[in-house]
């Protein structure tokens, strides 16, 4: 997964009293910590080790004390750190002590299986409006809720509190669908389109490309089979 952002400062942006100025790669872990998080406390667990943790989230564990440590969270030498506890916090520096409502805009393959994850609403987040452009589909129920079409957007926007927006469109009509969330007051987008996306200040902006991971492990897998093919090739020379 990549990020664009309209301002890339390093850290945050929000800091103030109270709220901690993070960089931006620790804020960046902080939902894989809360996840492993999640798993121990369903588990059953009271505490963990930094080193456990850090295991379960597939870090090393001095980065994951430095990160938990612009959280003012240190953990208690023997015991570790209270799983209960760091879950609250990490879920508050990250806003997630209220549910945000979420736009999805797209109802094709994607955007249908995106309409029924049910793990947006176990995390804080609500899928509060469907959109897509074509008119068919317009009145369309998905997981009990209707499609509007894209005209609607300013409107329930505003109605239904919404500042994240998801784009789950063909490329070449994801920059228009960007132009009309910003326009309507989004100002958080989360971008499944394979291409990038112009907003402006103010606005952030993550992608997530597929076939972008898929060549990266591509890579990888071609690397794993020059090295293990390159001692036979020493060998016949």
């Known amino acids: 997964m990549s990020q664009q952002r ?22 960046a872990r902080l939902p894989e910590y809360l996840r ?9 667990h009271d505490t963990v080790s930094s ?29 570790g ?6 879950i609250e916090q990490i879920e508050q520096v990250l806003g997630l002590h209220e549910t945000r409502a979420v736009a999805l805009v797209g109802i094709g393959n994607l955007g249908h299986a995106l309409a029924r994850y049910a793990g947006f609403a176990s995390r ?8 897509d452009a074509d008119r068919d589909r317009v009145g369309e129920l998905v997981n009990g809720m209707a499609v509007r079409h894209m005209s609607d957007i300013a409107a329930v926007v ?35 389109a394979p291409c990038v996306l112009a907003v402006p200040d103010g606005v952030d902006v993550r992608k997530v490309d597929l076939a972008i991971e898929l060549q990266i492990l591509s890579f990888h897998e071609h690397r794993k089979s020059t090295l293990t093919a390159l001692p036979a090739k020493v060998v016949g020379q």
């Open 6 to 27: 309209a301002q890339s400062s390093g850290v945050a942006s929000g800091g103030g009293p109270g709220f901690p100025d993070l960089p931006e790669a620790t804020v």
């Open 124 to 131: 804080g987040f609500h899928i509060a409006a469907l959109f």
């Open 81 to 86: 750190y209270d799983v209960t506890l760091l």
């Open 158 to 192: 505003a109605d239904e509190g919404i500042s994240i927006g998801v784009i789950a469109t063909p490329a070449d009509a994801a920059q228009v669908v960007a132009d009309d969330l910003v326009a309507a007051g989004v100002t958080s987008i989360l971008n499944f």
């Open 51 to 79: 080193e456990g943790l850090a295991t379960a989230a597939g870090v090393n564990s001095a980065k994951l004390r430095k990160d938990l440590s612009h959280l003012g969270s240190y953990g208690t030498r023997g015991v």
């Open 36 to 44: 492993a998080l999640h798993n121990l406390a369903d588990a059953g």
